[in-house]
């Protein structure tokens, strides 16, 4: 997982944010121009309607490496309810390398392909997301809270935290990240792009109650967690999304154990295209390492 990746997956809840009052937008906006250097990551995403639940987990130590690097890494990973069988593994990066575990093999993805998307993503430049085309975006927001408030003197786990919570204008949201997401070089979220006007309002009328919370430091002005949770309401389902992404012992050393070969990444792709009837080995190595 890269720090682009990081900064795409928490722009929407950043951003959201910005619309907030004046102290509310400065707390937010100050922890997400700071850079985390390393942390121990805890994600979690749980949807759940009347006829499934999923649950996502990924969990374990990160490491910058710096600008257009790939960070170090050792994160387990967890699916259940997504497929017939629960899904259990490691992704694993050095900095120059990375690798999976899964049922009990190891695969490599290589130095030569991970220098190879290194090279391709310091080629794209100005094509890709930059925190300047959050702050950009973020100055034109104001109407994106009907509702926000600050608890100063918060506590998350025994630390002291600002915290930010808020009522979501999804409207004004999903239209000013429709056009974050048509910036030239973003992949990966073609729906939100070709999202009209109508989309909108359906969504908007399935959507009732959303809310974020982000957990600030009071000692270094860093994120410490970020929550979310919207209610949908379909006439032919309806369900709850509840995602959280906490930033433990941040800038603390970690450390990260990494295998020293593996299998090529390729017949990761064969084996879960023979288990679940689809994918590719290329897509497999993307998807691992972006």
Known sequence: MSTRALLVMLCGAAI??????????AVVKGAFEQDIKS???EL???VKSAQEAVNVSLAGPYQSNGKDKLPSADLALKVQGATPKTIEGRLISTGDNAFVEYEGETYEVGKDKIAELEKQGAAGGTN????????????TMQDWFPES????????????????????????????????????????VEELKQLSGG???RIERMVSDPKFTIDVGKSDGKLRRIQASIKVDDKSDSGTLDF???????????TIN????????????????????SGSSGGTTDAQVN
């Not at 959280?244 to 970690?254: A, E």
């Open 16 to 25: 959201a944010l910005s619309g907030c009052g004046a102290k509310e937008a």
């Open 39 to 41: 942390a121990n990551i």
């Open 44 to 46: 979690t995403m749980s």
């Open 128 to 139: 890709q997301l930059s925190a300047a085309d959050i702050r950009q975006l973020m100055g």
């Open 149 to 188: 408030d600050t608890q100063e003197n918060a506590d998350l786990d025994g630390e002291p935290v600002t915290r930010v919570t808020g009522k979501l204008d999804l409207s004004e949201a999903l239209t000013d990240l429709k056009g974050l997401a048509s910036k030239p070089g973003m992949s990966g």
């Open 199 to 201: 989309d909108i309002k």
């Open 244 to 254: 959280s992404l906490r930033f433990k012992d941040v800038d603390k050393p970690v």
């Open 258 to 277: 990494a295998p020293s070969s593996g299998k090529p990444i390729e017949a990761l792709g064969q084996k879960l295209g023979e288990e679940f009837g």
